[in-house]
């Protein structure tokens, strides 16, 4: 994965909207219909927020009859969990073997 892929993830991510939506396709597939009745939103501002998900490839969906259905892209999503988990803390590190000087004061 790219940093790029993260960062459009990250940025879809950003939105308390949007978490709530990647929270509910987490039980499962979900009708358009559901969502809206679920975040209280327009249906042209859930198009929106299911656009840029599906944009960054984190939500898949399908149309049957006028109602998408939309669910979590589980490889997307896998992928971009390692991604975040390949991520550590200098803290993880052992700093006296690790550490490298960055600037030398030289006093002569």
Request: proline share 1%.
């Amino acid at each position: 994965m790219t940093r790029e892929e993260v960062a459009m993830i990250c940025k879809a991510m950003s939105d308390s909207n949007r978490l709530r939506i990647i929270e509910m396709l987490t039980q499962g597939e979900k009708c358009g219909c559901h969502l809206l009745e679920e975040l209280h939103v327009t249906q042209p501002t859930l198009s929106h927020h299911m656009k840029v998900l599906s944009d960054c490839g984190l939500v898949s969906s399908y149309k049957d009859g006028k109602w998408h259905h939309y669910s979590i892209n589980c490889d997307k999503f896998k992928e971009f969990k390692g991604y975040l988990a390949a991520i550590t803390c200098s803290c993880d590190v052992r700093a006296e073997s690790s550490a490298e000087v960055c600037c030398v004061k030289n006093d002569k």
